[in-house]
């Protein structure tokens, strides 16, 4: 990542639905439903998720109460307070943050994350088939 934020939700927003983002997304508002994010979702400080997060990557410094799956990395900041499943490769955990629930590392297949796993999808339709 460049740095670059392409959507931000700032911090008296509130949504209520499911929210598809190519690339960066930054949370300071409330969210209910499911965010969907081919890149990093940074849920800052006043965010606060009700929902499901699919992305590549998750800095948290915020409340999330809801699953979590990255294809890549899951930060938890000191101030983050997590109640919900992380499914991820990498997870780190800043002392002085809360996470309540359990943490799976293992390759993401067969649920896997319908943006990090695309690409591999399409692959596997467009294969010819081998007949023996």
């Given at each position: 990542?460049?740095?670059?934020?392409?959507?931000?939700?700032?911090?008296?927003?509130?949504?209520?639905?499911?929210?598809?983002?190519?690339?960066?997304?930054?949370?300071?508002?409330?969210?209910?439903?499911?965010?969907?994010?081919?890149?990093?979702?940074?849920?800052?400080?006043?965010?606060?998720?009700?929902?499901e997060v699919n992305c590549k990557n998750a800095i948290v410094s915020g409340k999330v109460?809801?699953?979590?799956?990255?294809?890549?990395?899951?930060?938890?900041?000191?101030?983050?307070?997590?109640?919900?499943?992380?499914?991820?490769?990498?997870?780190?955990?800043?002392?002085?943050?809360?996470?309540?629930?359990?943490?799976?590392m293992k390759e993401l297949h067969p649920q896997g994350?319908?943006?990090?796993?695309?690409?591999?999808?399409?692959?596997?339709?467009?294969?010819?088939?081998?007949?023996?």
């Amino acid at each position: 990542m460049d740095g670059k934020i392409d959507t931000i939700i700032g911090k008296d927003s509130v949504i209520t639905g499911t929210i598809d983002v190519k690339g960066p997304l930054r949370i300071d508002g409330t969210i209910k439903g499911k965010v969907n994010s081919t890149d990093t979702v940074t849920v800052g400080n006043s965010g606060d998720i009700d929902a499901e997060v699919n992305c590549k990557n998750a800095i948290v410094s915020g409340k999330v109460a809801g699953n979590i799956i990255a294809s890549e990395k899951v930060e938890l900041q000191a101030k983050a307070e997590i109640s919900g499943d992380i499914r991820t490769k990498s997870l780190v955990i800043e002392q002085g943050a809360i996470f309540c629930g359990s943490c799976n590392m293992k390759e993401l297949h067969p649920q896997g994350n319908k943006y990090s796993d695309a690409a591999s999808k399409v692959r596997k339709e467009t294969a010819p088939s081998i007949k023996q």
